[in-house]
């Protein structure tokens, strides 16, 4: 499964709207220009959010939008379900070897757990914690 700009893009709003949460409405026009992105655009993905109640709109002259719900209450599955679709690296077919089959049930099980168990509120506070491993290649 290969996320979009519309995917990307939904979740940088929503980290928008996380890291101000309870500031009151932020505009678009302020997210498209703090991230470098086309607030016509963003005014696209904003729609489908709002229908789907993850985010309200405030209209007057300090309007914008806000979420929903808290930060923690939301989950970057959540998000890329309603901008995306369906979690899917393939549609799973009874036919299929059994081997395949299970592979791409795995995969999209692993998907969607790294997804539903990651919130807004993670991805707005996130801080890199350097546990990672690199690894130096020589050649």
């Known amino acids: 499964m290969k996320i979009s700009t519309k995917g990307r893009?939904?979740?940088?709003?929503?980290?928008?709207?996380?890291?101000?949460?309870?500031?009151?409405?932020?505009s678009l026009k302020s997210i498209a220009k703090d991230h470098k992105l086309s607030e016509h655009y963003l005014e696209q993905l904003i729609a489908p959010?709002?229908?789907?109640?993850?985010?309200?709109s405030v209209r007057g002259a300090y309007g914008g939008y806000m979420l929903a719900k808290e930060p923690k209450e939301i989950t970057a599955g959540d998000i890329i379900r309603v901008l995306e679709g369906p979690i899917s690296p393939v549609e799973v077919v009874d036919d299929e070897e059994p081997a395949k089959r299970d592979l791409w049930i795995r995969i999209r099980d692993a998907v969607k757990e790294v997804l539903d168990s990651t919130t807004l509120d993670d991805l707005a506070n996130y801080k890199?914690?350097?546990?990672?491993?690199?690894?130096?290649?020589?050649?």
């Open 49 to 56: 959010l709002r229908n789907a109640q993850l985010v309200k």
């Open 128 to 139: 890199d914690q350097g546990d990672q491993e690199y690894y130096m290649f020589y050649i």
């Open 9 to 26: 893009y939904g979740l940088t709003i929503m980290m928008a709207l996380a890291k101000k949460y309870g500031e009151g409405p932020i």
